[in-house]
């Protein structure tokens, strides 16, 4: 399933149903129906909480050792380039600019399936 966030400050942002799930959950929303909305005043403690996980989610990546065998591992399993794990602060960036951009120009995020 995708999801599809909409504001009329930037272009859509389209995201499979589960990670989507989880950042709504992130920005203080319900993810149990197919719909949802961040109003104007909930967009500047969306964003907060949304900058927060980014945040978190980087220092937990910046704590794991580096290991150059795991890297060359996953590079023969084909784990390289666009098959490599992406994390959720870069999942969460587009969002995060949609929210930031609706912000600034007064807009509410609608998402929906």
Known sequence: MLV??????????????????????ILGKTATGDSGIVTVPQLPEAIT???AAIDEDRARQAERPHDPDAEAQAREAGRSGMAAPVSLAQRAWPLLDMLEASLRENVPVVWGT
Not at 6 to 21: L, N, Q, Y
């Open 49 to 51: 909480r949304l900058r």
């Open 4 to 25: 599809t966030f909409k504001s009329a400050a930037s272009a859509d942002v389209i995201m499979f149903g589960a990670i989507a799930r989880t950042l709504i959950d």
